[in-house]
């Protein structure tokens, strides 16, 4: 995947390791400063992997936005009342 | 100890900051807005008959957040509705090692032709409702993952907490939880017609 002109092969392994840790790296959970390099390096030298980051970090920006809920009155009404009684 | 009045006052207002992210991940649970409304008022109670085992309140979110998915599994998960979940073999579960790999031999070919390089307008394409809709058809353990972290902002060890389960777990889960998500958009896309000519010729060469 390293050349991303050819087919995928999700046998090549820094792509797999990088692949491994994205999500943990997007959502600022990698924490071990290796694999930070690592990842950032790999990042910044595969195409492919780079790609597929960007998509993710638009897909979590979107997932933010589509996923909150609007409160129904009726159940602001009721905890309202609810946390009252107690 | 602070006065009982203190703590009310301060339970209050921690549910009034959270009341919306309360209603939106027992939405994504129950997938029913009547059902997401009693399990919501539920928790609340149990919550406030145990305020007592809060032991910092600094983790009041993911505390609560347990005593929600708690009381949908005892109470609510059997009558929740249930769309067409995409298919996932919980069953094997591999090891840390061969984890992604195992996620990816699953997908088909034509969407690791598509995911080795994506188009970058594929995410603006998909409408928010095609986003949480192919949430929802996610398996309960990766949903409640996706939702508590990717929505409400939960760290991995705050989602671990609420979910009773370790980190390392959360970070399986939301990895294999991304790829069954990131699979079904583009099984969507690919049904709307949402890819671009150029990497559906890719896709099928």
């Not at chain 1, 992997?49 to 009726?74: V, Y």
């Not at chain 2, 060890?157 to 959360?170: H, K, Y």
């Not at chain 2, 990131?182 to 671009?196: E, K, R, V």
Request: proline share 3%; hydrophobic share 40%; aromatic share 8%.
């Amino acid at each position: 995947m390293s050349n991303d002109a050819d087919k995928p092969d999700i046998a090549d392994s820094d792509c797999l390791e990088a692949f491994d840790h994205l999500y943990a790296y997007l959502n600022g959970e990698l924490n071990d400063q290796h694999k930070l390099a690592k990842i950032e390096h790999h990042l910044a030298h595969c195409r492919s992997c780079f790609s597929r980051a960007q998509m993710e970090r638009e897909l979590n920006q979107r997932i933010k936005q589509s996923g909150k809920a609007e409160t129904p009155a009726s159940l602001q009404h009721r905890l309202r009342k609810l946390l009252d009684d107690i | 100890m602070p006065e009982q009045n203190d703590i009310k006052t301060w339970f209050t207002q921690q549910i009034e900051a959270n009341i919306h992210s309360l209603y939106a991940v027992a939405r994504r649970l129950t997938r029913n807005n009547a059902d997401a409304e009693d399990l919501v008022a539920d928790s609340v109670t149990k919550a406030w008959a145990a305020i007592g085992t809060l032991d910092d309140q600094q983790r009041f979110r993911p505390w609560i957040f347990r005593i929600l998915h708690n009381r949908f599994i005892s109470d609510y998960r059997k009558k929740a509705v249930r769309p067409v979940e995409i298919s996932f073999d919980e069953a094997s579960n591999p090891s840390e090692g061969d984890d992604v790999t195992s996620v990816l031999i699953q997908q088909p070919d034509e969407f690791l032709n598509w995911w080795a390089n994506p188009e970058q307008e594929f995410v603006n394409s998909l409408l928010g409702e095609d986003i949480m809709a192919a949430i929802e058809r996610l398996p309960e353990a990766f949903r409640i993952t996706v939702v508590l972290i990717n929505i409400e902002g939960l760290s991995y060890d705050e989602a671990a907490e609420a979910l009773n389960v370790s980190p390392g777990t959360i970070r399986s889960r939301m990895n294999r939880g991304r790829t069954l998500l990131q699979t079904a958009l583009w099984h969507h896309a690919q049904d709307a017609g949402l890819l671009t000519e150029q990497h559906v010729r890719e896709c099928r060469s």
